[in-house]
């Protein structure tokens, strides 16, 4: 078994200091391991505090093309979106799709959304300490915001589903399935039960097992993903960069 690629990592255009090395750094580390392909995907452009601005752009593209060039590993441009709304919007424009392979998208915390009222029901109704559960109506808000964002844009993966932000696991995973999008295999954060991922296996869901680097030497570090998937027998059939590379929707495109 072999790890192909890792499609969720991040460098130092996660702004104040977020991501710690830079696009050279991380593909170093991918060769190093043996990993044909990585993904830059830093921080959406509404993040407070970590995002990419869309001014850097052009020097991350020139970043990539060196780091290429210098280490053989192919590196893909991505984002790691953010949801913005209670509509399933998120902080991509149509013109960002001219420089981005791959989309990610996640909930994170301190974003601009867009409106007062999509802060105060997706961000701040989610701040309740985790020994509080959330409420059926919190869940299926949240639910329904992601379903719509996958109907909404070409998501290639969706990044630690439930962490901090609690869905209904089992409806977004038949909507991946459906939009052949990719349910992450988070390196930190696994945030469904074994029998959530058991039955996500069952209806042929597809995953991928990624590290969420935020430092060059966690690079390909996808150990809590694979270790789920041999310990309850997941087909590798269904984990996309096993033993080969996965299939993003630009790709499918051309």
């Not at 192919?74 to 979106?81: F, M, Q, S, T």
């Not at 949240?142 to 964002?149: E, G, P, S, Y």
Request: with cysteine; proline share 3%.
């Amino acid at each position: 078994m072999l790890l192909f690629g890792d499609y969720h990592t991040h460098t130092t255009y996660s702004r104040h200091n977020h991501g710690k090395g830079t696009v050279l750094e991380n593909a170093s580390v991918a060769a190093d391991k043996g990993l044909k392909q990585i993904a830059i995907t830093d921080h959406g452009f509404n993040h407070e505090f970590f995002g990419i601005r869309r001014k850097n752009i052009p020097q991350l593209q020139e970043d990539i093309l060196n780091a290429k060039e210098i280490t053989g590993v192919d590196i893909l441009l991505g984002v790691e979106a953010n949801l913005i709304s209670l509509d399933g919007d998120v902080d991509i424009k149509e013109e960002d799709y001219e420089f981005l392979d791959i989309l990610l998208m996640g909930h994170h915390r301190t974003v601009h959304m867009n409106s007062l009222r999509d802060k105060a029901l997706l961000n701040w109704a989610n701040l309740m300490p985790q020994i509080f559960q959330p409420s059926k109506e919190r869940i299926n808000r949240n639910t329904t915001a992601i379903l719509k964002a996958l109907d909404k844009y070409p998501i290639d993966i969706i990044t630690h589903l439930n962490f901090g932000f609690q869905t209904d696991t089992i409806a977004v995973a038949k909507m991946a399935k459906q939009k052949g999008v990719y349910v992450e295999l988070n390196g930190k954060h696994i945030n469904f039960t074994d029998e959530e991922m058991l039955i996500m296996a069952s209806e042929g869901v597809k995953f991928i097992c990624d590290s969420d680097a935020h430092r060059p030497e966690r690079v390909g570090e996808v150990n809590n993903g694979m270790n789920l998937v041999y310990r309850l027998g997941i087909p590798l059939s269904q984990v996309a960069n096993l033993d080969k590379l996965p299939k993003f929707h630009k790709k499918r495109e051309r």
